[in-house]
């Protein structure tokens, strides 16, 4: 069974050497891929000296360099981890075992740090509450939507069309597995500080915003009809408060003083029955682009199959 482990990378210099030899010891008979993504250090230079096959991808972001793994990369069992030196190698063998055993498509290795350095406040509450924002939304979730330390089958990766281009790909992943109910998995995992020299790529809160941002576009296309009910349900009740002061006017005397207004409430009203039926419809477009999905994933063996 082919392992493959994948490490993007942007100026890692002072990380990726200590990452490609703990996994290299770890995994043995792993083929270990580094991903470049425009480093200005040594990061290239450190980790061919490891021995690790070395790569680069252009294109700027965490999304970018996974989708050209996921395309270019043939194996059995995917690992993919950072390439800091925050997540415990030693661990892998373990990770593969659960999916193998279980026949699952993902486990994800959900952080546990003892060092306060190691996450920092702001990426502890900003986790808590996407992951809580997703489990409200897709009724699962992971404990851990934001660990970037996750094991995959290959009929994952195969049918996993990444549209993400930065940090909020472990989103998309996480939704992708839950969407196709895919059997998954998680793992308590230790998470270490990053080595001295080494900088977190990950702004709190411009890709908190961005994670965000892609949850409730997520949840505009996976969920149309409680995307746009909400909307069309929030329409109609603006409607409904403005009309009732003119519907008891009109009772009372047989006439509509606020023109304007009972045109505003009419156009709301239609709006409303707008994003209903959009609703609807996109419900029916989204069924199939999830049967086609589906089928593209059981069309690849599961873990442990050839």
Known sequence: MKVAVLLPCYNE???????????????????????????????????????????TERMQGKGNVVR???????????????????????VAPRLIDM??????????????????????RGHRMGNALLTGILARIFGRTFTDILSGYRIFSRRFVKS???????????????VHALELRMPVGEMVTA??????????????????????????????IERP????????????????????????TYLQTGLVPRFPTAILVTGLILLASLCVFSGLILDTVVRGRLEVRRLAYLALPAPGEH
């Open 68 to 90: 050209r793994m996921f395309a270019d990369i043939e194996a059995d069992i995917y690992v993919l981890a950072d390439g800091d030196a925050t997540y415990d190698a030693s």
């Open 225 to 248: 009809i409680q995307f746009f009910g909400l909307l069309g349900a929030l329409l109609a009740l603006l409607g409904i408060v403005l009309a009732i002061p003119l519907v008891m």
């Open 160 to 174: 996993f069309p990444i549209l993400s281009t930065g940090f909020e790909i472990e989103t998309e992943m996480s």
């Open 99 to 120: 999916l193998l055993a279980n026949r699952l498509d993902m486990v994800v290795g959900a952080r546990k740090s003892e060092v306060e350095a190691a996450y920092r």
């Open 13 to 55: 210099e002072g990380a990726i050497g200590e990452t490609v030899r703990a996994f290299r010891a770890a995994l043995p008979d792993a083929a270990i891929y580094v991903y470049d993504n425009n480093s200005t250090d040594k990061t290239m230079l450190v980790a061919a000296a490891e021995g690790a096959i070395v790569r």
């Open 191 to 220: 998470y270490a500080a990053r080595p001295e020299g080494s900088v977190s790529k990950l702004s709190t809160y411009r890709d908190g915003w961005r994670i965000l941002n892609m949850i409730f576009r997520l949840a505009r």
